[in-house]
């Protein structure tokens, strides 16, 4: 079993940043992928960016690419997603997921675990 808390959510105007981390327990961190997910309301959960076990390959939805950079510390069990140029449009709950394996995953099926989400408000 691996546990994920998110941090880092919060109210930002558009044109900002924030710096969203995924804290992970319970078993070998290293050994999983982790991506990174968004839902606003009334939409379907979507996928925002995704990292391999060891940080060397990842890969973003076009509308967040140039924009958004995840990262992982797996000494520190942690996984990021730095955030820059937001946009209304990025208001979401944002969830981080994670699944063995030693690629990266992009759909919400393929994901085993998931943290409880943390919300991110852009204002105009």
């Known amino acids: 079993q691996v546990q994920l808390v998110e941090s880092g959510g919060g109210l930002v105007q558009a044109g900002g940043s924030l710096r969203l981390s995924c804290a992970a327990s319970?078993?070998?961190?290293?050994?999983?992928?982790v991506g990174w997910f968004r839902q606003a309301p009334g939409k379907e959960r979507e996928f925002v960016a995704t990292i391999n076990w060891s940080g060397s390959s990842t890969y973003y939805a076009a509308s967040v690419k140039g924009r958004f950079t995840i990262s992982r510390d797996n000494a520190k069990n942690t996984v990021y997603l730095q955030m820059n140029s937001l946009k209304p449009e990025d208001t979401a709950v944002y969830y981080c997921?994670?699944?063995?394996?030693?690629?990266?995953?992009?759909?919400?099926?393929?994901?085993?675990?998931w943290g409880q989400g943390t919300q991110v408000t852009v204002s105009s």
């Open positions: 997921a994670a699944r063995g394996g030693r690629y990266y995953y992009t759909k919400v099926e393929e994901y085993d675990y």
């Open positions: 319970g078993r070998t961190f290293s050994n999983y992928a």
